[in-house]
């Protein structure tokens, strides 16, 4: 994906009863850095000094590694802790917004941190504000804080599950209470959890490629619309157990495509599949669809790497490295000001002449949303000599934004909402163009006996959106009054 693209949603992670909670957080959240890069946090359960416990939380603006030093994790001792790694999809980029969230609640306490979008959560808020709560971010998350405290449940258990009832849209939720880990994913499963093990305690992720870096075994994924309470049978070190207390059912399951397309490290397992191997299925569907006279298969890196592979072994076209990323910048395309996005690309990229002079290049990428920054490619490699350039594209045309915790343009600011297919080509100043087919996306992701258009969310490409939202409404108002 190019620079000028979606705004990244977040990652969650957690562990209880290990005697290295913290650390093991502060490395989950290393490795899902890639689903976030605006703020992190670690809540963490610790003495209170009064034979009880409170929660401890660290929250600040930036990157993992930069924020978590050695001596800010001694100030989180416990053994069970939460994580969380933000981009802003619901509140603006403040501090105030960073996760975990922590309150105290007539129930203890209690920290949540959470990845998708609530679509009925400006609703939800404005009557909690009419009947006297008072917030302190504009992060929907902060909703269950409030859903939480002032259910009429008996313990936190059931709290969650009466906050959960009472909000739509896609969440992928850990919370943090005395002794208990609670986590759950919305009916639809829009984003992905998965559940693992290390040293007899149990872990929660976004991904498996966090598993993977703290020597955690995948355990299995939690289930859309499960909710699950872990916890030690008599304290801490003492066995684990995981209790399902809600198992929903959507009227279909929507996981989110582009976890698959772009969000999700290639490396990591996603809704069942390894991100990569998809990803070259998706690019080997690509050259089916839009095969083409060329000399080299060239990827946009990093994501469109896996996609180039499948092209490049199904078309027999040699793959190479014609563009080389510099790594040392960062993830541009989620900062939050568009001049540092359209400086990015010279920043980030860089031609290898001898490699692109006088070729024909097939130029893979994950998507097109705004357009400005594949012209700027198309632009570089002719400049470095390309004799032709043409624009692959391993996902369909997003013709819509997102409502389930992607921060996209409005849909007028999408190129292929308001462009045909050539005006795109014209534009981007590419010799052809080819996107992957909403049916070949669907079949590269599908196994045997599935029913993948009712396994995944593909609002982002069709417009047809599993959860209504009245941002959508609007949306669509705004459209035709233009």
Partial sequence: MAFDKFREE????????????????????????????????????????????????????????????????????????IGHVRYSTAGGSMLCNAQPLVASTAKGPFAVAHNGNLVNGDAVRAEL???GAIFNSQSDTEVFLHLVARSLAPDVEGAFLDALAQVRGAYSVVALAPGRIVAGRDPNGFRPLVLGMLDGSYVLSSETCAFDLIGAELVREIGAGEVIVIESEAGSGSPQRVRTIRQAHGQREARCIFEHVYFARPDSVVFGRNVA???????????????????VVVPVPDSGVFAALGYSLQSGIPFEYGL??????????????????HFGVKV?????????????????????????TSKKIVRMLKQAGAKEVHMRISSPPTIGPCYYGIDTPKRQELIAATHSIEAIRDYIEADTIGYLSPGGLL?????????????????????????????EELTLEETARA
Avoid at 277 to 295: C, S, Y
Avoid at 443 to 471: I, K, M
């Fill in 443 to 471: 079949d590269a992701v599908s196994s045997e006996g599935d029913n993948p258009e009712r396994l995944y969310c593909t609002a982002c490409f069709t417009g047809e959106y599993p959860v209504p939202s009245s941002e």
């Fill in 348 to 372: 980030k990229l860089n031609p290898v002449r001898e490699i692109i002079a006088g070729k024909r290049i097939v130029l893979i990428d994950d998507s097109i949303v705004r357009g400005t």
């Fill in 10 to 81: 977040c990652g969650v992670f957690a562990i209880l009863d290990h005697k290295d909670a913290s650390n093991l957080v502060y490395l989950g959240l290393y490795a899902l850095q890639h689903r976030g890069q605006e703020s992190a946090g670690i809540a963490a359960l610790v003495p209170d000094g009064n034979g009880g416990l409170r929660i401890a939380a660290e929250r600040e603006m930036g990157h993992v590694a930069d924020i978590f030093t050695h001596e800010r994790l001694q100030r989180l001792p416990g053994d069970t802790a």
């Fill in 129 to 131: 504000e009419a009947r």
């Fill in 324 to 341: 080389v990323r510099n790594h040392y910048v960062g993830r541009t395309f989620i900062e939050p000001k568009q001049s540092i996005r």
């Fill in 277 to 295: 191997a998809t990803r070259k299925r998706f690019g080997a569907q690509l050259a089916k669809e839009h095969p083409v006279d060329a000399d």
